[in-house]
């Protein structure tokens, strides 16, 4: 049960005046219900990876298949969570996590009834009427958390999710992050140039090397200490 796999990827930025390959070959998979990282240092091309998942960018060559399918262009099907908050200012909390959903055509008391059960699961309860403007950088991403699981995402993808925050916030964040995991069992992806970060969390890390754009080694970090 292969839920993301990635084969002879690569991808190459076309500017002006020159070109930049920023993956060269990248193949990796993510099982059903894992939880899997892609350590390396900035500008190794972990951000591209996790766009060109998103369908927020295209391949220059290479297979990308998220259950099953090519990726085509964005879904919220592929939650996404990035380093800096993308919390809509003009909404409440509430209307953050129901966002996706009234796009979709959800009906109001089903709306209330997922923004109830996920402002529980991040602990935000109190906060649902309140602005991206009254909360710490901890709570804005617990929202954004929050918004994507309510659309009941194939896979979750965490760009630096934590880079912004505190030592202490992010430490909770991580606990967090892993009780929803095991409780929701979403398929994860979470990238990081932390390496105690991506040790903690993830039971499998793909490795990258700074150039050209490549995975080094994978390792098993399933440490079963939890
Ligand atoms: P990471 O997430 O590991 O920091 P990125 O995937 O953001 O790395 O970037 C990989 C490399 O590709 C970097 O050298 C970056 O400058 C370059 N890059 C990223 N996006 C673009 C773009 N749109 N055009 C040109 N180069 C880019
Ligand atoms: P961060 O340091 O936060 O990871 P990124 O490297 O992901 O930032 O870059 C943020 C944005 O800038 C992305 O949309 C990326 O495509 C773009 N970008 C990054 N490097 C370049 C570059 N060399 N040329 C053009 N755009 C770039």
């Not at 390959?21 to 091309?45: M, R, T, W």
């Not at 916030?169 to 929701?184: F, G, H, N, R």
């Not at 490795?207 to 490549?214: L, S």
């Amino acid at each position: 049960d292969i839920e993301i796999e990635i084969n002879g990827l690569s991808k190459i930025y076309e500017t002006k005046n020159s070109t930049f390959q920023a993956l060269e070959d990248v193949s990796l998979y993510v099982k059903n219900e894992e939880f899997v990282s892609i350590l390396g240092p900035s500008g190794c091309g972990k951000s591209t990876i996790l766009r060109i998942l998103a369908g927020l960018e295209e391949a220059t060559s290479g297979s990308v298949k998220v259950a099953g399918e090519e990726v085509q262009g964005p879904s919220v099907k592929r939650g996404m969570v990035f380093q800096s908050y993308t919390l809509f200012p003009w909404l409440t909390v509430r209307e953050n996590i129901e966002f996706g959903l009234k796009l979709k055509g959800v009906s109001p008391k089903e709306r209330k009834d997922i923004s109830d059960k996920y402002l529980a699961v991040v602990g935000l309860e109190r906060f649902a009427n309140s602005y991206g403007k009254e909360l710490s950088g901890g709570m804005k991403q617990r929202v954004a958390i929050a918004r994507s699981l309510a659309n009941n995402p194939e896979v979750l993808l965490m760009d630096e999710p934590f880079g912004a925050l505190d030592a202490q916030t992010k430490q909770s964040m991580q606990q967090l992050l892993l009780d929803i995991w095991k409780k929701e069992k979403t398929t994860i992806v979470f990238i990081t140039h932390d390496i105690d970060e991506s040790i903690f969390l993830s039971q499998r890390i793909y490795v990258m090397d700074a150039r050209p754009g490549k995975i080094k080694e994978e390792i098993n970090a399933d440490l079963q200490l939890f």
